[in-house]
């Protein structure tokens, strides 16, 4: 049999069909992916990449079993190395954190149950903390169309092995933007669900209250698939609770905020003309639009590192970073020690969890069966004016996503029309 060449990416669906017509096995799929692996080692996009050892236990398995069996059946995929897969090492972005799981994290082992292959553990923002992929002890992961650009973070080796076909989806987390934000830097579908509608058990948190696994891929079916056998409640995971995914269906409305959209970084003005095309694109579709006062999303998005909410991560990291002096990389390390200010006492806590409260009934009552659609990002920078601006810059590409878990939203960032030659826009 003449074994077929992957595409340059690649969907769920399509594999299973090269499957299914046995013009593929899955020991071609993972020799393939490990020639793209070596010849993309330099964009530093994984952690722990695939190896055929690792990978044999997974092969020996499907080979008991059709691809009809099981709906994942043969699907490599990638994993954000702050999710747990049995035995293989768990960094979050830091050498010294490591530690060695004794079992998977809940959501990938119902991807594995499914039959999916675990490939390895993806590059990320180091402690999840970061919303540029450059904030990594393991290098900067390149973005995959113009790797002088950012990829996107902190999910940003997860994201790009997505987009460079090194797999067919992939798992992230999204707390601010993580997993939406890297997606629309690269092309990619970023699906963040409803907080505790996926199980975050094995997962390092960032923010246990607003932490969300994530999925990225080139094909809304592709999601829906995955989020079909993931989505449930898990007694492992105290923060996990029952949210049954609506049918799909049109919304009654679409919202879009009235204030001026500010865009920043070097393509500015190809972003701002990209949405302008979006916002064109949406007012064709005959659903009413609404412009509204979204003051408050900003609002409550700077509760997130401007507040009191900043503290959760030092309440969950603090400990390490004490005990382990200048082992963070410093960017993170200031994030996070940013947690430990003293004004951020109970009460500030309180006085701001009530204010967050408010803006939660708001949007609950305001974007019931309705939509709200933002740009995922305002623009893009250069990996190098990152480096010399590491906090602005960071802070910049989360103004359109820092929102949602606050204020507790599911959110999916989908490819629109490029904003110039290989600038993907969400």
């Given at each position: 049999?003449?074994?077929?060449?992957?595409?340059?990416?690649?969907?769920?669906?399509?594999?299973?069909?090269?499957?299914?017509?046995?013009?593929?096995?899955?020991?071609?799929?993972?020799?393939?992916?490990?020639?793209?692996?070596?010849?993309?080692?330099?964009?530093n996009i994984w952690i722990t990449p695939p190896t055929l050892d690792e990978l044999k236990p997974y092969l020996d398995r499907l080979a008991t079993l059709s691809p009809e069996a099981l709906p994942?059946?043969?699907?490599?995929?990638?994993?954000?190395?702050?999710?747990?897969?049995?035995?293989?090492?768990?960094?979050?972005?830091?050498k010294e954190y490591t530690y060695i799981p004794s079992e998977h994290a809940t959501v990938v082992q119902h991807l594995i149950d499914a039959g999916a292959i675990p490939l390895g553990k993806t590059?990320?923002?180091?402690?999840?903390?970061?919303?540029?992929?450059?904030?990594?002890?393991?290098?900067?992961?390149?973005?995959?169309?113009?790797?002088?650009?950012?990829?996107?973070?902190?999910?940003?080796?997860?994201?790009?092995?997505?987009?460079?076909?090194?797999?067919?989806?992939?798992?992230?987390?999204?707390?601010?933007?993580?997993?939406?934000?890297?997606?629309?830097?690269?092309?990619?579908?970023?699906?963040?669900?409803?907080?505790?509608?996926?199980?975050?058990?094995?997962?390092?948190?960032?923010?246990?209250?607003?932490d969300c696994v994530t999925a990225f891929a080139h094909e809304w079916s592709d999601v829906l698939l995955v989020d079909s056998i993931i989505r449930g409640v898990d007694d492992r995971d105290p923060?996990?609770?029952?949210?049954?995914?609506?049918?799909?269906?049109?919304?009654?409305?679409?919202?879009?905020?009235?204030?001026?959209?500010?865009?920043?970084?070097?393509?500015?003005?190809?972003?701002?003309?990209?949405?302008?095309?979006?916002?064109?694109?949406?007012?064709?579709?005959?659903?009413?639009?609404?412009?509204?006062?979204?003051?408050?999303?900003?609002?409550?998005?700077?509760?997130?590192?401007?507040?009191?909410?900043?503290?959760?991560?030092?309440?969950?990291?603090?400990?390490?970073?004490?005990?382990?002096?200048?082992?963070?990389?410093?960017?993170?390390?200031?994030?996070?020690?940013?947690?430990?200010?003293?004004?951020?006492?109970?009460?500030?806590?309180?006085?701001?969890?009530?204010?967050?409260?408010?803006?939660?009934?708001?949007?609950?009552?305001?974007?019931?069966?309705?939509?709200?659609?933002?740009?995922?990002?305002?623009?893009?920078?250069?990996?190098?004016?990152?480096?010399?601006?590491?906090?602005?810059?960071?802070?910049?590409?989360?103004?359109?996503?820092?929102?949602?878990?606050?204020?507790?939203?599911?959110?999916?960032?989908?490819?629109?029309?490029?904003?110039?030659?290989?600038?993907?826009?969400?």
């Amino acid at each position: 049999m003449k074994t077929v060449s992957l595409p340059k990416t690649f969907s769920v669906q399509w594999l299973r069909n090269m499957y299914i017509k046995k013009e593929l096995t899955p020991e071609d799929v993972v020799h393939q992916i490990f020639t793209r692996v070596e010849a993309d080692k330099d964009m530093n996009i994984w952690i722990t990449p695939p190896t055929l050892d690792e990978l044999k236990p997974y092969l020996d398995r499907l080979a008991t079993l059709s691809p009809e069996a099981l709906p994942l059946w043969g699907i490599p995929f990638a994993i954000k190395d702050n999710i747990d897969v049995a035995h293989v090492p768990t960094t979050a972005g830091c050498k010294e954190y490591t530690y060695i799981p004794s079992e998977h994290a809940t959501v990938v082992q119902h991807l594995i149950d499914a039959g999916a292959i675990p490939l390895g553990k993806t590059n990320l923002d180091q402690f999840a903390t970061g919303l540029v992929g450059t904030r990594s002890p393991y290098g900067e992961t390149h973005n995959a169309l113009k790797p002088e650009l950012i990829s996107g973070g902190s999910s940003s080796g997860s994201a790009v092995s997505v987009a460079r076909g090194h797999a067919a989806f992939s798992l992230g987390t999204d707390t601010a933007g993580s997993g939406r934000v890297p997606a629309g830097l690269n092309r990619l579908i970023g699906y963040k669900p409803s907080l505790g509608a996926w199980s975050s058990a094995g997962v390092v948190p960032a923010c246990k209250s607003l932490d969300c696994v994530t999925a990225f891929a080139h094909e809304w079916s592709d999601v829906l698939l995955v989020d079909s056998i993931i989505r449930g409640v898990d007694d492992r995971d105290p923060w996990s609770r029952s949210v049954v995914r609506a049918s799909s269906a049109l919304p009654e409305k679409i919202y879009m905020v009235k204030e001026p959209l500010s865009f920043y970084g070097p393509f500015a003005e190809q972003y701002e003309k990209a949405w302008k095309q979006a916002v064109k694109k949406i007012e064709d579709l005959s659903i009413p639009i609404e412009y509204i006062d979204g003051s408050y999303l900003s609002k409550a998005a700077a509760l997130l590192y401007e507040g009191p909410y900043v503290a959760e991560r030092w309440a969950d990291l603090g400990e390490f970073i004490t005990s382990h002096e200048e082992t963070a990389f410093p960017v993170t390390e200031q994030v996070l020690r940013s947690g430990a200010k003293s004004e951020y006492d109970a009460a500030a806590l309180f006085q701001a969890s009530h204010k967050l409260q408010s803006f939660k009934h708001k949007a609950y009552h305001q974007l019931k069966n309705a939509v709200l659609v933002m740009p995922t990002a305002g623009g893009t920078w250069t990996r190098e004016q990152v480096r010399e601006n590491p906090i602005e810059t960071n802070s910049d590409m989360g103004r359109f996503t820092n929102h949602c878990n606050l204020l507790d939203l599911c959110a999916v960032s989908l490819p629109s029309q490029d904003a110039d030659l290989d600038l993907p826009f969400g």
